[in-house]
């Protein structure tokens, strides 16, 4: 048919060349047949015999913007709206052409005027959403979009956007402070009905699995993401967010795969590339994760979390301004990151520097003022008896904190039992706290009864307070639990040699020799 | 593990998990000594100072463990290399006392108590070892002095008291009249003048409430 009609419009045009009409129509025909250069010609040709031919102006407009020519498709577009100001095909075509040009603004003008002509040309609706991506026109995207759904509810990429939209939420205020109107429920059932348009989207899919990771159901997130990347298997983002979603339900081998697939399909990929080095990390692939953290820092400087680990990797290398470097940046780039005080402080007290160490576990504690461990080490290091005030007060702050922390305790109570601390006027004073330290140390082994040490403490507290039996009780189970605890076979030495101690155990002495002749017997 | 109370047991456990734990090392060789098993004491000692640490406690149990084996050049040696790690230890000063007095060379053995004594609050025991060093008649003054000194750290000890009027009395028979230095002639009298303890022998008795009335006799004198 199509054949027929070109053959009468050529027969047309040779019998009479000037016949613009005819030169638009074949135009018409070479555009459906994606001619396209020749669609251009006749085009051109119709508007040169008739200069007030508003179609020709907007098809001929149209295809200059397909080619790339679009300082001459605008000529032709206001051409066209001289000659049609009510044409809607022109407004939305050039609006299209000035979002190419970034006069997004007067594009949005554009739509607006379609809009006004055409209340049910749903485009319209959808491309103006699509520009109004600042948080203030939240609102106003979001009701756009739906109208264009309204007027078309199988318009499959306004679902699409509207999900995107209602899935980030980022929008504000009348008075302009930022909300979030983050629904994730609207956004599942537009992206749900993406799929049932296309159930092949694999975009659709991924966004479906970022919910549900969002919502730490992470089962769902891989049976999305499982779909997306069998649709399309160098999905990078895809292989990304199934590695964290592995990775957070610790299944770590898998989840590398994952992160190494991700970086595979788009090489230039901090976000798993930091991820990868992370659980290279972790599980003491030192070297790989060396390599992977410094890559993303290559590609993104920005991440203090990639600074932190690879200052925790180079914290084992001999010289200790390598780690620092990094930890230093990590605290640059985010000075709340309470870790990475803490981090850097075992840092600085394995290479010697204890004041920076204390430094350093101080301002943990000032980051987050619930970090037990930072209280507890910041006490553990402030062992002279010039700090004793100060490595008393933050035992008690961890143990507020942290009830059930036998480590603490044990070092509170060996504090306590030396009970070394400095006067005002400098004069060394000695003053054990024998029966707080017995708390600490009970609390210990309430805590943790396998911990040999702490029964070996509170034997030695126990020899000092002059209960014997206790104390070789307490001596007994350190190195029961510890057989090859020498420090507790020798105080065990000490105590039985001790003339007031054997007197006291000579009659338990004496039972345990009874009890082993009625074994016997 | 089967309960037991045998220190010993212990301490060689606790040597044989750390054998370069010089605490339990010291308890065991100062045991090996104490059982008189002073052989094996310097076996073990000398093993130990080898193969790990020097140490000035484990060199002063070595050099008692020569000296007891009556070996004084090797404990001569020993403490030595003790005083060189730690000049200032009453133990090693009292143990190279010892082995001076053993060798019987009574003048250093009685620089080594001196240097006891300047060190601070000397025990009655080391300072009844000076006095029982100042054998010489020359030196009855000095050991009547520090014979005074113990005696007022611990006033119940008889014997110290015994040896003290004793002192007395032979610093009076060894030097003339006339010549007694005031000071321990007051010091005789402090101490005698209105007690004469029953525990003296009756001639020591006798020669005390001489002396004492001599002295009462000689006004001038005091």
Redesign the interface.
């Known amino acids: 048919m199509d054949k027929q009609i070109k053959k009468l419009l050529e027969t047309a045009i040779e019998l009479d060349p000037k016949l613009a009409n005819a030169h638009f129509k074949l135009g018409v025909l070479h555009q459906s047949e994606e001619n396209f250069d020749s669609a251009v010609s006749c085009f051109e040709q119709a508007v040169t015999l008739d200069s007030t031919y508003p179609e020709a102006e907007c098809e001929l407009a149209i295809e200059l913007r397909r080619s790339g020519k679009l300082e001459e498709a605008r000529e032709h577009f206001l051409n066209a709206l001289e000659l049609d100001p009510n044409s809607v095909k022109t407004y939305f075509n050039y609006a299209l052409l000035l979002i190419e040009l970034d006069d997004i603004e007067e594009a949005k003008n554009n739509f607006d005027k379609v809009a006004e002509i055409d209340q049910n040309f749903a485009p319209a609706y959808f491309q103006k959403a699509k520009l109004l991506t600042n948080p203030d026109d939240f609102e106003q995207a979001k009701k756009n979009y739906e109208t264009a759904i309204d007027i078309d509810e199988d318009y499959l990429e306004a679902h699409y956007f509207l999900a995107k939209l209602l899935m980030g939420g980022k929008a504000t205020n009348t008075d302009g402070s930022s909300a979030n109107k983050k629904d994730l429920k609207g956004a599942k059932f537009h992206f749900s009905r993406v799929l049932l348009l296309d159930e092949s989207c694999s975009k659709a899919l991924y966004n479906l699995g970022r919910i549900h990771f969002e919502e730490t159901d992470y089962r769902k997130t891989k049976s999305y993401l499982t779909k997306a990347l069998k649709l399309q298997p160098n999905y990078s983002k895809a292989h990304y967010l199934y590695g964290k979603a592995l990775d957070l339900g610790g299944e770590h081998q898998k989840a590398v795969h994952h992160y190494k697939k991700s970086i595979d399909c788009f090489s230039d990929n901090p976000k798993a590339l930091f991820h990868l080095g992370k659980l290279q990390f972790l599980n003491k692939s030192l070297k790989d994760a060396e390599e992977n953290l410094r890559l993303s820092i290559q590609l993104d400087p920005t991440n203090p979390k990639s600074h932190y680990y690879l200052a925790k990797i180079l914290s084992h290398d001999d010289d200790p301004s390598l780690a620092k470097k990094h930890f230093y940046k990590a605290l640059e780039l985010d000075p709340d990151f309470a870790n990475a005080y803490f981090d850097l402080a075992f840092h600085s007290e394995k290479s010697g520097d204890l004041n920076e160490a204390k430094i350093q576990f101080q301002k943990a504690t000032d980051v987050d003022q619930n970090f037990a461990e930072a209280y507890f080490n910041l006490a553990r290091l402030s062992s002279s008896p010039a700090e004793y005030e100060l490595a008393e007060r933050n035992f008690e702050t961890a143990l507020e904190i942290k009830v059930d922390y036998d480590e603490c305790h044990y070092f509170f109570g060996k504090l306590l039992a030396k009970g070394e601390r400095m006067s005002k006027d400098g004069t060394l004073i000695i003053e054990p706290q024998l029966e707080r330290a017995n708390e600490q140390f009970k609390a210990a082994i309430r805590i943790n009864p396998d911990n040999f040490k702490s029964h070996f403490q509170l034997g030695l507290l126990l020899f000092k307070q002059k209960e014997f039996e206790a104390a070789f009780a307490s001596l007994?189970q350190a190195?029961?639990i510890n057989?090859?605890?020498?420090?507790?076979?020798?105080q065990?030495?000490?105590?039985?040699?001790d003339e007031r101690a054997q007197k006291a155990?000579s009659k338990?002495?004496k039972t345990?020799r009874s009890h082993k002749t009625a074994k016997a017997s | 593990?089967a309960?037991s109370?045998?220190?010993?047991n212990?301490?060689r456990?606790?040597?044989e998990?750390?054998p370069s734990?010089q605490?339990?090392a010291y308890?065991y060789a100062k045991y090996l000594i104490q059982n008189r098993e002073f052989l094996e004491a310097v076996t073990y000692l000398n093993h130990f100072i080898n193969n790990f640490e020097e140490n000035s406690r484990l060199r002063n149990l070595l050099a008692q463990a020569f000296l007891q084996l009556e070996k004084f050049d090797e404990a001569q040696n020993s403490v030595n290399i003790a005083l060189s790690h730690t000049p200032r230890s009453i133990n090693v000063l009292h143990t190279a006392f010892v082995i001076k007095k053993a060798i019987g060379d009574k003048f250093s053995a009685l620089h080594f108590l001196e240097r006891i004594v300047s060190l601070g609050d000397p025990s009655v025991e080391i300072l009844c070892e000076m006095a029982d060093l100042l054998d010489c008649t020359t030196e009855l003054e000095r050991k009547s002095n520090i014979l005074d000194i113990a005696y007022s750290i611990n006033p119940k000890n008889r014997e110290i008291f015994v040896q003290l009027a004793d002192s007395f009395l032979k610093y009076f028979k060894n030097n003339a009249f006339e010549e007694l230095n005031k000071h321990m002639i007051e010091m005789f009298l402090d101490h005698f003048k209105k007690y004469i303890p029953a525990y003296f022998s009756i001639e020591l008795q006798k020669e005390v409430n001489q002396w004492i009335k001599k002295f009462k006799g000689q006004p001038a004198l005091l």
């Open positions: 007994q190195i029961q057989p090859e605890f020498a420090e507790g076979h020798y065990l030495a000490v105590l039985l040699m155990l338990k002495k345990a | 593990m309960l109370y045998d220190p010993l212990y301490l456990r606790s040597l998990l750390n734990h605490d339990a308890m």
